[in-house]
């Protein structure tokens, strides 16, 4: 809790030597001397104060444009965006936390949040006792790869008589949360992603 002027002045001078040269009196000449010096440390312990919330980048106002530098440009793009303040201050935390984990719920949610309308189908592993006849059996491994489906994106194709020699014969643009689900899986966990 900051102090005001008045309190960090009496502390101040109890700190100052006793005698007759700077009186401790309140109201006197070492009281005036002392009185800037303590509205300054007053407000440094307010402005400190009230930055405290901002230690929180979800909640940063004031310093979020120091969060974004300190982590540098966003490999998947997001900060290329016309993104709100909300939205940044949410990929921030994102990215200062680096809470990815294998939960098909936390990606569903990265992808609302950059407004894409994703499924996630998981393969879990067979257990024995529990399956039954039909159920599908994986090879060990493949439990830790999941289906990611997105919308379309834009795709083209080589037009006969208009491409030329040297270009590509189609493509497609991915999504942006691809690079998103990629970087921020776990180091065991294998997305493959499907264009609807």
Same mark, same amino acid.
């Given at each position: 809790?900051?102090?005001s002027a008045d309190q960090v002045l009496d502390?101040? =001078? &109890?700190?100052?030597? &006793? ?9 006197g000449y070492g009281a005036a001397l002392y ?8 407000? @440094?312990?307010? *402005? ?7 230690? /929180?980048?979800? =909640?940063?106002?004031?310093?979020? #444009? ?6 540098? #440009? ?6 290329? =965006? ?8 949410? @990929?921030?935390?994102?990215?200062? &936390?680096?809470?990815?984990?294998? +939960? ?20 879990? !592993? #067979?257990? +024995?006792?529990?399956?039954? +006849?039909? /159920? ?13 489906? !997105?919308?379309?994106?834009? *795709?083209?194709?080589?037009? +006969? ?14 999504? =942006?949360?691809?690079?998103? @689900? ?15």
């Amino acid at each position: 809790m900051s102090r005001s002027a008045d309190q960090v002045l009496d502390e101040l =001078l &109890t700190l100052l030597p &006793t005698g007759w040269a700077l009186p401790v009196d309140p109201d006197g000449y070492g009281a005036a001397l002392y009185r800037p010096m303590a509205e300054e440390f007053a407000r @440094i312990e307010a *402005s400190a104060e009230a930055l405290l919330p901002e230690v /929180d980048p979800r =909640l940063a106002a004031n310093l979020l #444009p120091d969060y974004e530098r300190v982590l540098g #440009p966003d490999p998947c793009g997001r900060d290329l =965006l016309a993104l709100s303040e909300g939205d940044r201050r949410a @990929i921030a935390y994102q990215r200062w &936390t680096r809470a990815g984990n294998v +939960c098909a719920g936390y990606f569903v949610a990265a992808g609302a949040a950059l407004g894409v309308t994703l499924t996630i189908e998981e393969f879990p !592993l #067979p257990v +024995c006792g529990e399956a039954v +006849c039909g /159920d599908t059996l994986l090879p060990w491994g493949e439990h830790l790869n999941f289906l990611v489906t !997105l919308p379309a994106t834009r *795709s083209w194709d080589a037009i +006969c008589g208009e491409a030329v020699c040297g270009e590509t014969l189609g493509g497609f643009t991915p999504n =942006l949360i691809e690079c998103v @689900i990629r970087s921020e899986a776990p180091i065991w966990a294998c997305p493959v992603f499907s264009y609807s």
